[in-house]
């Protein structure tokens, strides 16, 4: 299975979020932006933006405040916590001084904010085959693409089956040919999470060599499907950094349903 380095990503991700535009006019002087979170679930995070940058990761009630003093102000929820849906009051304005009355209320909901019905988390939302969306030259004029097929094996682990699927052009286009199809061991899923936007499985992956690794299983959609390592603790221990992750991926990495 591809180990994607998302630690790395993630430290780039957290390097690039400040600085969308701060919206400071006239040359007044910029004030700290801030207020309170009320109603957020315990083992959750939320994200909030001020103008579009300064990205603020919460996971307790309390209060908040941005890193980045700012004139003109717009805070908004950038990525809802898990099953719930976080809305913003007094959350934009010009500071002449410091803002400390911004209200985030958040209470249980469609999770992600989004409309639309939640991704299928668990076994039954990964079952089915895969094709990986990269296609790269296989040799004697042929070329390739990973195809995964995961296979039940109980309430919570499936075998993960794969092999390679041949094509005779470059675009990997037509029904192409399916080669091997190996179980390259078990993943054994402890906990899943989704909402309308990302459905995340956290698991144990273990070879059929005896190794075993962390894994998370995770979906933009019902109809791609992303593979990635983690470790133990989680290092992307929440769905809202599940998503984030994704964001950094490029779509040649993850797979598309057949």
Same mark, same amino acid.
């Given at each position: 299975?591809p180990?994607? %380095?998302?630690?790395?990503?993630i430290?780039?991700m ?6 969308g535009?701060?919206?400071d ?5 910029p ?8 109603? @957020? ?22 209060a ?6 700012s004139?003109g102000?717009?805070v ?7 099953g ?7 959350g ?27 991704i ?6 990964? @079952? ?11 040799? &004697?004029?042929?070329w ?8 039940q094996v109980?309430? %919570? ?24 199809? %190996?179980?390259?061991g ?5 906990r899943?999470e989704?909402n ?5 499985n ?7 060599? &005896?190794l ?6 995770a ?11 983690d ?15 994704l964001d ?8 598309s349903? @057949?």
């Amino acid at each position: 299975m591809p180990r994607l %380095t998302v630690v790395a990503c993630i430290a780039a991700m957290l390097t690039a979020c400040g600085g969308g535009g701060d919206d400071d006019t006239g040359g007044a002087a910029p004030h700290a932006i801030g207020g309170t979170v009320t109603g @957020l679930a315990a083992n959750t995070e939320l994200v909030l933006n001020n103008n579009g940058g300064d990205a603020l990761r919460i996971n307790a009630n309390g209060a908040f405040q941005f890193a980045q003093p700012s004139t003109g102000y717009r805070v908004e929820v950038a990525t809802q916590p898990a099953g719930q849906n976080c809305k913003v009051a007094n959350g934009s304005g010009t500071a002449t001084a410091p803002v400390a009355d911004v209200q985030v209320n958040c209470a249980a909901g469609t999770g992600g904010g989004d409309t639309g019905p939640v991704i299928t988390a668990g076994i039954a939302g990964l @079952l089915g085959e895969w094709q990986q969306n990269s296609c790269v030259a296989a040799g &004697g004029g042929q070329w390739a693409r990973n195809y995964l097929r995961p296979v039940q094996v109980n309430g %919570t682990t499936l075998s993960h089956v794969q092999g390679l699927r041949l094509f005779g052009n470059s675009q990997c286009s037509g029904a192409g040919t399916v080669l091997g199809g %190996t179980s390259l061991g078990q993943v054994a899923f402890s906990r899943s999470e989704s909402n309308a936007s990302v459905a995340a499985n956290w698991g144990t992956f273990r070879q059929i060599t &005896g190794l075993t690794s962390q894994a998370i299983w995770a979906k933009r959609g019902e109809n791609t499907l992303c593979l990635l390592g983690d470790e133990n603790p989680s290092i992307l221990p929440t769905l809202a950094r599940v998503a984030a992750a994704l964001d950094t991926l490029p779509a040649s990495a993850c797979y598309s349903r @057949l």
